[in-house]
């Protein structure tokens, strides 16, 4: 298995900007972020696949930015102009695919998440 850990969630006010982290016992093919908020359905957020490919939801284009640093098995996740529909639960998650990808069913492993909290 491949343990995920995720850092730097927080209340920020809108407009302002957040880092999340994920930390990885190694590296994997794929990872994501995706996101929950109460009674809603978890959406993906951004993707990024072992040779630096990355995919978007729309929603998150031109504001976020995922990154990786493979030295350090490490995840990021740069969140700017939040807004207040971003408010949920973020997870880091792992899998084995080829390229990235939003849907959730095809990844593996998981996080325990991350709060983010934009207030308006």
């Not at 809108?14 to 908020?37: K, T, V």
């Not at 325990?112 to 207030?119: A, D, I």
Request: charged residues 20%.
């Amino acid at each position: 298995q491949v343990p995920l850990v995720e850092s730097g969630g927080g209340s920020v006010q809108a407009g302002g900007s957040l880092r999340l982290s994920c930390a990885a016992s190694r590296s994997s093919f794929s990872m994501g972020w995706f996101r929950q908020a109460p009674g809603k359905e978890r959406e993906g957020v951004a993707a990024i696949d072992k040779d630096g490919r990355t995919t978007y939801a729309d929603s998150a284009k031109g504001r976020f930015t995922i990154s990786q640093d493979k030295r350090k098995n490490t995840l990021y996740l740069q969140m700017n102009s939040l807004k207040p529909e971003d408010t949920a639960m973020y997870y880091c998650a792992s899998g084995v695919l080829r390229r990235p990808t939003l849907n959730a069913d095809h990844y593996n492993y998981w996080g325990q998440g991350t709060q983010v909290t934009v207030s308006s």
